[in-house]
């Protein structure tokens, strides 16, 4: 039995409403899970952009770079819709018609009351005089009873055939619903079994970094009771040769006294056997060569009564098994452990302990150009070794002055047109280097000789030159931040009355402020851009918000603080007032030098000379 006119209606209506606005489609967009809605209504639910859900099925959805716009039009429901917007004007202007008198549009004044065979078009009498004369035609009543039937007969028949569209969408909309309870069910099955796995995996991942941490533990005690030993005999000698040095400098006879207790200090550690190397026994981690656990597989079933047809999806092979352990320069993966109870970004790792290509010997330093190329500083190869941030090698060149000379690098950084600096020395003298990007020297100037080792930063908006420095005596050293022109020509310093000791690396964040890591105070000190002192923040430990012989520091685009806590061996976070805010890793061996790339990357070299990518920083 055909269903009232009315009710096609409203069923079809309700079919080209958007489910969002519950109004018909306006510009209707399909999604790819071929869900459709109103443009307007998918850019209220997409925001301003980025991934988002479709609001029928919950499948993630990426923008097109044009937005909204960008998804395909449905032109057949736009189609459809059209029609059913004609459809209902025509039925209004039908239903109008009788209550204007069945007036003729030609000649308003009179009505509707003949009907011209040969044109098929109801006339007034005006009509026939005009353009219808000698045309056979018969009352307007009659050819309308003549044709009722007729046409109520392709009513019916226009009715049962949208019966059964209608029908089929019922019936394509309950198996939607079917679809996607099910979909549900599978992912939760899939969810589950897979946590299952990662617990314990995460469960044999920390014993296993727990045997590796106490192995660890015995090896850093073995290595302090030796330093402790030695350094009692430091500060004897040292003492001593003070001392005489005092004396020599107020006269003979003061050096007389003095000579025979040189005498024995110095006779007593000239026959003595110098300080053996310790011997540690580092444990190595060799991975089991067995296939990954297969999690499970997808089979498709056939759903009865389906009004579709549902293509089966091809089940996917056994993931192969696990490739034993890798060369150095391979690049690997990692997810830090979770022994802190927190999310620890993903990283790759490469390199190794050599002087060939993708090698390194000591990276002391690190930093990333706009175009993001990582520029490795090695002490012990004297070079910089260029990669790009996937860990491919680009190109190498020697750390020479402009003599040929080669030197030690310490700290390199780049300026703002792409340029490098590098401070470094050779056993004579120590020199900031100003290199491009192929390692042509371009400029040096000298600096004072120091022992200990220099981190050097660029203020962009100066131009100036930023490099640190500590002088003095072995156990009581003093440490500043030398600002240089690019000439060299000395603009003034930074720290002098903060009492700084070791400061070695340094950084300028975006506002100019300049941040120094202090290794002997186990802090950082930050200043303004004119060198004021604003804040210090550390201090020697291990807990949140501590540090321990600190080294590398940056800054992230929101200016967040990184540094790298060698002591400790973690890379910590923290805002930019210094507050703590996280670890970012706490598992990497001797971590040194960081820098951030333009792209939002943390790159560090680590004293097992290798260099690490956090690539989801």
Aim: glycine share 8%; proline share 6%.
């Amino acid at each position: 039995m055909a269903a009232a006119p009315g009710s096609f209606r409203e069923e079809i209506r309700e079919e080209l409403s958007c489910s969002i606005c519950l109004d018909p489609f306006t510009r209707p967009k399909v999604l790819p899970c071929q869900h459709t809605f109103c443009q307007d209504c998918l850019q209220d639910h997409a925001g301003r952009g980025g991934p988002f859900q479709c609001p029928i099925c919950r499948q993630q959805v990426r923008l097109p770079r044009q937005g909204v716009a960008g998804f395909p039009d449905n032109r057949m429901v736009t189609s459809l819709c059209e029609r059913l917007q004609n459809q209902a004007t025509l039925s209004g202007e039908t239903r109008e018609q009788p209550q204007s008198g069945n007036r003729c549009s030609f000649h308003p004044s009179e009505k509707l009351k003949l009907y011209c065979k040969p044109c098929q078009v109801p006339l007034c009498v005006d009509c026939v005089e005009d353009s219808h004369d000698g045309h056979p035609n018969i009352s307007l009543a009659k050819a309308t009873q003549e044709r009722r039937s007729t046409v109520q007969a392709l009513i019916n028949e226009g009715r049962n055939i949208l019966e059964s569209y209608c029908s089929f969408i019922r019936g394509l909309r309950e198996t939607e619903k079917t679809l996607n309870k099910q979909k549900q069910q599978t992912d939760n099955a899939i969810i589950q079994t897979y946590n299952k796995m990662v617990q314990k995996l995460t469960e044999r991942k920390d014993h296993l970094l727990s045997e590796s941490q106490e192995n660890y533990n015995k090896n850093l005690e073995k290595m302090q009771t030796e330093r402790d030993r030695v350094l009692a005999d430091v500060n004897e000698l040292s003492a001593a040769c003070d001392r005489a040095e005092q004396e020599l400098q107020q006269g003979w006879v003061e050096i007389l006294s003095q000579q025979t207790a040189l005498t024995e200090v110095v006779g007593k550690y000239r026959g003595k056997a110098a300080p053996t190397p310790v011997q540690t026994q580092p444990a190595v981690f060799q991975p089991t060569d067995t296939p990954v656990p297969v999690l499970g597989h997808v089979t498709i079933q056939s759903l009865p009564s389906m009004p579709i047809l549902v293509a089966p999806a091809a089940i996917p092979a056994a993931p192969a098994p696990i490739p034993a352990a890798p060369a150095t320069r391979d690049i690997h993966y990692h997810h830090g452990n979770q022994r802190q109870r927190e999310h620890q970004p993903q990283r790759a790792t490469f390199g190794g302990k050599g002087s060939g290509t993708g090698q390194f010997d000591s990276p002391l330093g690190v930093a990333v150009s706009d175009e993001g190329e990582i520029y490795v500083a090695e002490y012990g190869n004297r070079r910089i070794q260029v990669f790009t941030l996937q860990g491919t090698f680009v190109r190498q060149f020697p750390t020479v002055v402009s003599g040929g000379e080669k030197i030690y690098p310490h700290d390199v950084a780049m300026d703002g047109e792409g340029n490098l600096w590098l401070v470094g020395g050779s056993l004579a003298a120590d020199f900031a280097v100003h290199y491009n990007k192929q390692g042509r020297v371009l400029r040096k100037f000298d600096l004072q000789k120091t022992r200990r080792g220099r981190g050097v930063a660029v203020d962009t908006r100066r131009n100036h030159i930023l490099i640190t420095q500590s002088t003095g005596r072995l156990l009581s050293p003093h440490g500043e931040v030398l600002v240089f022109k690019p000439d060299g020509t000395l603009v003034g310093t930074v720290g002098q009355q903060q009492g700084m000791k070791h400061p070695r690396y340094i950084t300028v964040d975006r506002e100019g402020n300049i941040l120094v890591s202090d290794v002997d105070n186990h802090c950082v000190y930050v200043y303004n851009k004119d060198g004021q002192f604003l804040f210090q923040f550390g201090g020697e430990g291990s807990g949140e918000g501590q540090l321990k012989h600190p080294r590398g520091i940056c800054t992230d685009r929101a200016g967040n603080i990184i540094v790298a806590d060698m002591g400790n061996n973690h890379v910590e976070m923290f805002d930019k007032t210094g507050k703590f805010l996280k670890h970012i890793t706490t598992d990497m061996e001797v971590p040194w030098a960081v820098a951030m790339a333009p792209q939002g990357q943390l790159v560090m070299t680590n004293m097992n000379n290798t260099i690490s990518i956090f690539h989801t920083y």
